[in-house]
């Protein structure tokens, strides 16, 4: 087995077995640190396959990003995982069964189709690739997702600060 | 074809060494440097009972913590609580591996480098964040609370800073920022030095020294250099930044209830990232390797303080250049430390947003001005 392999198989492991975790788990606290592991896993498959800059936008957007967020929401809501014991019938055999059915869609089809690499650092980074490719033929849609996101932010701060506004006219006819 | 891939699988583990080696030397002599200089800021003496001047205080110390009972608190939650130091190590001491250490001894020379340190920093956070809140402590959470809440801040006119170095040099890789700035490397010589006049990089690499450095270069990226030494303080959690552990209001924040060789890690990684920040800021700023001496005619001070490049002198000069430098910036940020008072909640996140955000805006524009009037 070449080192490449090795590395292939074993951050799919991590990221398909923190994924399990996510699943079995009632902790919110374990889950949101097996996502983070998940999260690492797939980074650094990325960067088997070549993709530098697509790994470590992947760490810096998933990762320091929207996983801090939801680290500040399970801390503000957090409660102990004994006060949502619920039980739905046949759900560990259906949790089971999916990622199973990944792994073996993962051996068989894919494995084999990957273009694999022997080593990272001999090829030529995608960087330059990359970078021209979003600043000329993508950037209209990149664009056009930040002016939709603008909207949302727009928006969001709207109904925040009306949210606000209720609530000190409500204190005041207290 | 194996020799040789020998020969950098031998490099790259050599770097590995050299780095861990660093930290941890460096990290026993700077605990002594930080209390010599409280002491001396303070007009006091410091330590001076163990051994000569108190050489061995940080050695006594160390020999303490090791030998510490491994506490882990009532409630606390106990794989989280335990991982959480190996976390925050590992995410720093990884940062260390894309770092030219000398021209030719660098870990990782991958090329997303600069991205690359700018995403460990944050995986820096879910440590601290995990250390604070599995303590079951009321500092510990509000400690993680505001060191998040401040680094996400903080990591945004850190980034700027950055991007205005990444835009003039035109590339991600540390090694390749490094050796533009490096007298004796021949890349980028046929560009013109400064958007006015004829003197091109072959001219200023001939005369060598500070003159190749990015800071004078491109004379505007000293602002640019304020707010990423400024940005970078508050990313270590040192002061006047330091509201995650301040010791008056939250005992010691997010690592009040680690004890031990788990402190002694997390303290550790706060000097290890001090090392990583400044190393970084003259890696992008000053000169990376490169000698502050020009050569001055017959005087070719630049040249007998770089060695022969692909020659150990070589490296054996960038990596004392290099570490130099870096260690002046760790003692500015002591001397700040014991300068300046902290910073509320509210005036933190007002320098950041308010002052900090706009100012690095302003100089990501400057730069790409810049770059568009050197091409003209």
Redesign the interface.
Known sequence: MSNILFFFIFFSVQTIGSAVVILFTRNV??AV?AL?SSLLGVAALFVLAGA??LG?IQ??VY???V??LT??GV?YTYQSPKRYQESIPHKKSVFILIPLLFVLVLLVQALPLLPMIDDP?QHA?K?EVTGMLWLTEYLPIFEWIGFLLLVVLIGAGWIGSTLVQEDKSKGEQV | MRIQMFCINFVRMLALSIGLALILSYAVFVIYAERKVSAFVQDRLGPMETGPYGLLQTVADLIKLLQKEDIVPYGAHLWLFKAAPIIIFTAVFTGFACMPLAPELIGAPINVGVFFLLSIVSIDVLGVFIAGWSSNNKFSILGALRGIAQIVSYELPLTLAVLSVVLLSGTLNLEYINFQQHAHVTLLSDTTYFPWGDWTMKDAKAIGGIFTWNIIRYPFLIVSMCIFFIASLAECNRAPFDIPEGESELVSGFHTEYSGFRFAILFLAEYAMMLLVSLLLVVLFLGGTNTPFPNIGAVALCDWTSGTLGHWSSNAWGFFWLVSKAFGIVFLQMMMRWTYPRLRVDQLMLLCWKVLLPISLVMVLCSAYWVYWLKQ
């Open positions: 606290m374990y640190t983070l530098d800059v470590v760490i810096i990762i320091g990003g996983l801090v680290l500040f801390m650092y980074s960087v």
